[in-house]
């Protein structure tokens, strides 16, 4: 009877640790040829598009994203003041932004060696076994300021309970707060591939 329970118990702890390997995946990362020549430190962070039914998910996101790639330390990032001082002055809209032959323009003006856009594709919450778990797919792509050229493409697909680890400890319940963590995820992957070049504070 006893030697079952133990049984149990290992299976339990097997079937948990199995599952906790399953969710830890990183976000996918596609460089392209020209990224090993660009040394990228100063980067302006442009609005991101908003595929959802949630009419702030957009904004949501990329302040969130902002604010995490600014504590990161990895890159300087212009303000999102003089984006918005920028795209104010030339009468843009956030759609015009993603007109590539504008981004030479901006990048004499804020002296920028990159562009980051983003793209909100769902973001919501849904209910599991474990109870009412957000979701996110989101996706970051990093362009050559200079010329429009596209350096990297994210993608990175979260639910709340991807970092349950014991029980419930560990499931993330707040949009803000899986958009944080999914956020961290690419910064680190894109710093791995080597596509952080600011000098060492």
Known sequence: MKGNVYTHVL????????????TNRPPQVHMSAMAK???ICTVAVLPFL?????KTAGMQAMRIFTNELIAS???QVIPEGEIAFFMQRNRLLPIDLLN??????LARKLALDAVIRGRVMSL????????VVPYLSMQIDLYAADSGELIAHTYNRRQGDDYQKVLHYGTIHTTSGLISEASREIIYALKEEGL???PEK
Do not use: F, M, P, W
């Open 11 to 22: 299976i339990i702890i097997l079937l948990v640790a199995i599952s906790g390997c399953a």
């Open 37 to 39: 020549y660009r040394d």
């Open 50 to 54: 908003n595929e959802t039914s949630q």
């Open 73 to 75: 330390g990895n890159y």
């Open 100 to 105: 590539s032959d504008l981004y030479s323009k």
């Open 124 to 131: 919501g919450q849904q209910q599991n076994v474990g109870g």
């Open 196 to 198: 952080s070049h600011c």
